[in-house]
């Protein structure tokens, strides 16, 4: 199975039923999502590791099962939110010789999760959990992220499924793909 194929698989079980859901797979299908890296210079700057990526933070929010069904979080929402995290970087790199660099024509410039959730929603319906997980999901890295602001211990108090993704993300960036995986040979 591709990492193509487990994605749409995993996010038809979990979204299949939305309204939009096949626009969006549609539209995503159109874009470079599942051969695009994930960086251009950091952990998984090669071809196919955004989608890898995706799932490498799905498989580790996988492990936080247990605390997702004890705080009540929708279980489908513990599966769209990573799959969808990074979404924004869709057409977001552009091949430069055997690298990529930033496309400088990117369209709807707004902050990284802000980006996802508005092109999702272009499609599909994402949940308030959803959104807020997806917008705070850099944690402190988000340039909103003020010291002396409450606002992101705010959210992570409140929605403990951006909590959940944040650490997700942060454990496939930095233990997962911190030596470079290749989606090229699979
Ligand atoms: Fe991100
Ligand atoms: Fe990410």
Known sequence: MTDKERFIGLLMMAAGNRQGFSDFVEWLEDTDFFEAPASSKY???????????SLNVHYRMQSRQAECNARGI??????????LHDICKVNFYVKDGEKYKYNDKLWLPVGHG??????????????EEEMVAIRWH?????DAAKGGSRTLSEVFRRYPLA????LSDMEAAYLDEAEEQ???KE
Do not use: N
């Not at 802000?114 to 949940?127: A, N, P």
């Not at 850099?138 to 988000?142: I, L, N, R, S, V």
């Not at 909590?163 to 944040?166: C, I, R, S, V």
């Open 43 to 53: 952990h998984g700057s090669s071809e196919g590791m955004l989608c890898r990526h």
């Open 74 to 83: 929708r279980p489908e929402s513990c599966i769209v939110a990573p799959l």
């Open 114 to 127: 802000e980006r996802s959730i508005m092109l999702v929603q272009q499609h599909m319906t994402l949940t």
């Open 138 to 142: 850099m944690g402190a890295f988000d």
């Open 163 to 166: 909590l959940m993704l944040h």
């Open 182 to 184: 290749t989606c090229k």
